[in-house]
């Protein structure tokens, strides 16, 4: 457990607190504050011009690489990136824990997507185990872990929940292929951070949420529901995380794709079953599971979560390098 402002690696949603939220979610809306001027991107973007990230994404993704890339741009640090291993020395032979100890020696961060579970955290051990250890930020892990996508979930809903008392207390709904996401894992898991939190888990019964979350919450006190009526759960929930079946896995687990799609997506006509106030996610690529007719509607709030995703990114990495307090102090001396 990590102590508020100390971060080094970002690997799984288990590491962090309850204090350690509300310090990165609160860094991120003073950035964004900060970013609104000229001046203030000037500032942003001379506080690590000195440093090189290297984004090592070897499972595809353009949202989430695009978005680490942005986010460091905004704090001008300098990236390279490996995005295909057969062009790497990897096709001679090497092992994958040597090529990313190789980058290691080039660059002062690594931000890595891997198809592999806990992928992240190995290199990150092997590193530290090594006279130059460097940052390694998980930027999603095979069907395990995809921590910075929990940390932009739960900082929009904070946002979408900042007048009406907050995360605590409220309910949210998890959707689709809930066995193979890892986004609702890692946030199933960050969720259990606030208290009096209800989660649901809506899934065909061959893509239910894994017995090691449950076994989980269950150890950490948190009610649950486990259900496959999405229509029975839609009007009793403050928030609705939507996900996709994630069938690139199929050929792996031998898992067929026989579900009834339909009975895991939100059309335009069930919007009316939501309350009124309640806001619709999704981590994004969607398939058929939202309608995009209900793009406009104001409870959906999957393309704010996006934008959300860059600034919590740009407050993870400014922790990471301990700038936090200077950033603050930058904005009450601006403001
Ligand atoms: C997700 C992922 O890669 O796990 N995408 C993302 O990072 N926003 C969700 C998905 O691919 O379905």
Not at 209 to 218: A, K, N, P, Q
């Amino acid at each position: 457990m990590i102590n508020n402002r100390k971060i080094f690696h970002c690997l799984t949603a288990q590491q962090f607190n309850r204090p350690f939220l509300e310090e990165i979610c609160d860094l991120a809306d003073v950035i964004r504050k900060v970013a609104n001027s000229k001046a203030g991107m000037e500032f942003l973007s001379s506080l690590l011009n000195h440093k090189r990230a290297m984004l090592y994404f070897v499972q595809p993704s353009t949202r989430t690489f695009l978005s680490f890339y942005s986010a460091c741009q905004i704090l001008g640090i300098k990236c390279a990136e490996v995005r295909d291993p057969r062009t790497s020395s990897e096709v001679k032979g090497e092992s994958e824990e040597d090529t990313v100890r190789t980058f290691s020696s080039y660059f002062d961060l690594i931000i890595m997507r891997h198809f592999k579970a806990n992928f992240a955290e190995k290199i990150a051990h092997m590193l530290d185990n090594t006279n130059r250890t460097v940052p390694v930020i998980n930027a999603g892990s095979g069907k395990d872990q995809h921590p910075t996508q929990a940390l932009l979930d739960v900082y929009t809903l904070r946002r979408s929940f900042q007048h009406r008392g907050g995360i605590d207390g409220k309910k949210i709904a998890f959707v689709g292929d809930l066995l193979r996401g890892r986004t609702n894992r890692s946030l199933a898991l960050l969720l259990t951070l606030f208290d009096g939190v209800k989660q649901y888990f809506v899934a065909p019964p061959q893509f239910q949420i894994g017995e090691d979350i449950l076994r989980y919450l269950e150890k950490v006190g948190v009610e649950y529901e486990v259900t496959y009526d999405l229509k029975q759960v839609l009007s009793q929930v403050d928030a609705i995380y939507m996900t996709r079946i994630q069938d690139e896995w199929d050929a792996e687990d031998g898992t067929t794709s026989e579900i009834d799609i339909e009975k895991y997506s939100i059309k335009k006509e069930d919007m009316s079953l939501l309350k009124p106030d309640a806001v619709l996610m999704h981590p994004l690529p969607r398939r058929q599971e939202i309608s995009p007719e209900i793009d406009n509607d104001p409870r959906a709030v999957y393309w704010r979560q996006v934008r959300n995703g860059m600034w919590i990114r740009v407050a993870l990495i400014a922790m990471i390098f301990k700038l936090d307090l200077y950033i603050h102090d930058y904005h009450i001396r601006s403001y």
